[in-house]
């Protein structure tokens, strides 16, 4: 497999020098400075293609050319954004960029609630407590019927966890699931988080799937003119938050999007962390089922609670079962170069990591991002990979 490394441009606390350290090929990143909905240039594009390219790695993925509310609510400017959407598609293409990560998610991006969840050998991980979410959602934004989409022994426990909070730590959480998380799309206020999410709930679950077959519809087209894989990015969590409509969760949800847009362009990033945080989404299965338009995959590992709650754990000590996802990974590049495709090797990454080491004193380092924690993921990651690529060339 082609091994990346999500970064963030030049204000990122990792540089490109650490990523060659660590012994990654492959950069994913984004043009974070342009604003959503506006059109990809060539010359950006180029300026940080060149500039990963002089310190001797290949942008291998675009994560991600974000998508405008407008574009998910069919309002507003959308058509024009949908044309901005084709340029850049049509630019990174041109500069040779053949993977876009991107993700659908409704309002909040990928969302946690503890951002330095202590482990028991004191590094810290990000958690989703759902106890913490209910208890903001419905005590402190106080979203309209949101005590219905809760049963009434977690609405206590909400409570209970309320009342033990201090204002400074009330503050967090809403800064946490409000604020945006890396790489994520849009910061809101508790006032504007309420309207944005009203206008969702009002367009339901197949209102949304709606809307992204007819954005696929339109760009699909224009990515294989392109050379471009586009890979949608699972929801995470993979349910419902804030009661907003949740359509890449499952694999009955690629499914139908597959199905609708029938395209090796219309892809998947496969992210073990996100599926993986429903116990009801066999992830060998999924990798199985959709093996020949998966373009990209995020391997982390998370160990779920009954009550949806999860942790993000050590990347092969959690509840995914990991060896197995990365042997049908393998066999399908196997499959795909007996098949004489130029894309059979899959580029990962590891995904996300403790804080741990000096870096638990650092300032600025983002959350899930800092260079220890997946650097030991890496490494645990490529010895998997490496036994795994051993025995099955013993095999054939």
């Known amino acids: 497999m082609i091994e990346t ?17 660590a012994g990654a090929t492959g950069v994913v990143t984004s043009l974070h400075h342009v604003a959503t909905g506006d059109a990809w240039s060539l010359d950006e594009i180029m300026a940080r293609k060149n500039l990963i390219e002089d310190n001797d790695l290949t942008w291998s993925v675009v994560e991600s050319v974000p998508l405008h509310n407008d574009i998910k609510l069919r309002t507003g400017d959308y058509l024009q954004h949908i044309e901005n959407y084709k340029i850049s598609i049509k630019n990174l293409g041109k500069a040779g960029i053949a993977s876009i990560c991107y993700n659908f998610m409704p309002v909040v991006d990928w969302t946690r609630t ?7 050998n004191k590094a810290k991980a990000l958690r989703f407590e759902m106890s913490d979410f209910a208890a ?3 005590y402190i934004l106080e979203r ?3 005590e219905q989409d809760y049963a009434p022994e977690l609405l206590a426990k909400a409570k209970t966890r309320l009342d033990a909070m201090s204002e400074q730590e009330k503050a967090l959480l809403e800064k946490n699931i409000i604020a945006g998380l890396p790489g994520g799309e849009g910061s809101y206020s508790r006032d504007s988080i309420r309207q944005a999410i009203a206008e969702f709930i009002q367009l339901g679950n197949e ?12 760009i699909i ?21 804030f009661g907003l409509p949740r359509v890449v969760s499952t694999a009955e949800d690629v499914r139908l999007l597959t199905q609708a847009v029938p395209s090796r362009a219309n892809g998947l990033t496969l992210c073990a962390g996100s599926f993986g945080a429903r116990c009801d989404n066999n992830l060998v299965e999924i990798a199985k089922e959709f093996s020949d338009i998966v373009h990209f995959v995020h391997l982390r590992n998370v160990k779920r609670e009954p009550d949806g709650s999860f942790f993000e754990s050590d990347h092969l000590d959690g509840d995914n079962d990991m060896i197995g996802l990365i042997t049908a990974l393998l066999n399908e590049q196997k499959r795909r170069k007996l098949e004489g495709r130029a894309d059979y090797l899959i580029p990962m990454r590891p995904d996300h990591g403790h804080l741990m080491g000096e870096e638990l004193e650092q300032q600025g380092i983002n959350p899930g991002y800092s260079f220890t924690g997946r650097l030991r993921g890496l490494a645990e990651l490529r010895g998997v990979i490496t036994t795994l690529e051993h025995l099955q060339n013993q095999a054939s």
């Open 114 to 120: 503890n951002l330095l969840y202590s482990m028991p």
């Open 5 to 21: 490394w999500r970064w963030f441009g030049p204000k990122d606390t990792v540089s490109l020098a650490n990523i060659k350290q």
């Open 144 to 146: 309209d019927n949101a």
């Open 221 to 241: 087209p224009t990515a294989e003119e392109a050379g471009v894989q586009m890979c949608i990015h699972p929801d995470d969590p993979p349910f419902s938050l």
């Open 136 to 138: 903001y959602d419905v």
């Open 207 to 218: 209102g949304m799937r709606r809307n992204l077959i007819l954005f696929l519809e339109a």
